[in-house]
């Protein structure tokens, strides 16, 4: 279906329902490879910013729990031995990336003490991913530990690793308000990957491009102003009923505005 819709990159979910990394074994990595591979596909992106799959049931929050950045060592420890495992699914299916969150921050635990655990459990993370030549994308978000460009900006800046950059979401990005030429050229080589949806006003709901406010023009001009040859998701959870629907419109949409150039769908 997805390359049906005429993309050429697909980013895969670990996490539950799909490929939800403590429990996927390598016949479930070598049948995505045989599927990708059959429909001249290749993966964009492994996707480890939820841990769904980790309470055994449907969408529930705390959807970002446990994570790099918990207070609770048991759960830091958890979360950083499922990041690495998606590293090993990445290097398993010649994928170059892991996106990652920081999580949301703790009642009872300050933030300056919720980033000093991130950036060792970072530490840990970049030097396993480095080791297996993997990137490690961190997404931010409105509500998170790590939720604009200014923060995630400062946290690489700190870090320092030359495998840690941004797994840019756009639309999280409109909804703070944010330029997104500043964004795009602040960031500008670690750019990782982009996540492209649409946003009506500033509320936090996925749409499909053309759907909402966002100036997806001035946004394919900012990446083009860096020369960003990397892929560009549609990222359309929201839309589980009619995803090929979604899919479609949101393809024939940026399509029409020089998105899908031949080196970047």
Do not use: Q
Not at 179 to 184: A, L, S
């Amino acid at each position: 279906m997805i390359a049906r819709a005429g993309y050429s990159g697909v980013e895969l979910l670990a996490d539950a329902p799909h490929l939800y990394a403590p429990s996927t074994s390598d016949s479930d990595l070598a049948a995505v490879a045989s599927a990708m591979d059959k429909s001249g596909i290749c993966p964009s992106n492994i996707n480890a910013n939820t841990a769904v799959g980790y309470y055994g049931r449907s969408f529930w929050e705390p959807l970002f729990e446990p994570s790099l950045a918990s207070p609770d060592p048991g759960e830091r420890k958890w979360r950083v031995r499922y990041t690495k495992k998606c590293i090993d699914m990445a290097r398993t299916l010649s994928c170059p990336n892991v996106s990652i969150t920081s999580g949301r921050m703790v009642p009872g635990t300050a933030p300056s003490r919720s980033m000093a655990l991130l950036r060792e459990s970072l530490e840990e993370v970049l030097d396993y991913a480095a080791a297996k030549n993997i990137r490690v994308g961190m997404e931010y978000e409105p509500g998170l530990l790590v939720e604009c460009f200014g923060e995630l900006k400062d946290l690489m800046d700190t870090i320092g690793a030359g495998n840690f950059g941004a797994n840019l979401d756009l639309g999280h990005s409109h909804v703070l308000g944010e330029d997104p030429k500043e964004v795009v050229e602040g960031l500008a080589s670690k750019i990782f990957h982009v996540h492209l949806e649409d946003i009506c006003g500033r509320k936090h709901y996925h749409l499909v491009p053309g759907d909402g406010d966002i100036d997806f023009g001035a946004i394919r001009r900012a990446l083009d102003g860096i020369s960003y040859s990397g892929f560009i998701a549609v990222e359309l959870y929201t839309y589980p009923d009619n995803p090929e629907d979604a899919a479609v419109r949101a393809f024939r949409y940026l399509d029409r505005l020089g998105f899908n150039r031949t080196d970047r769908t």
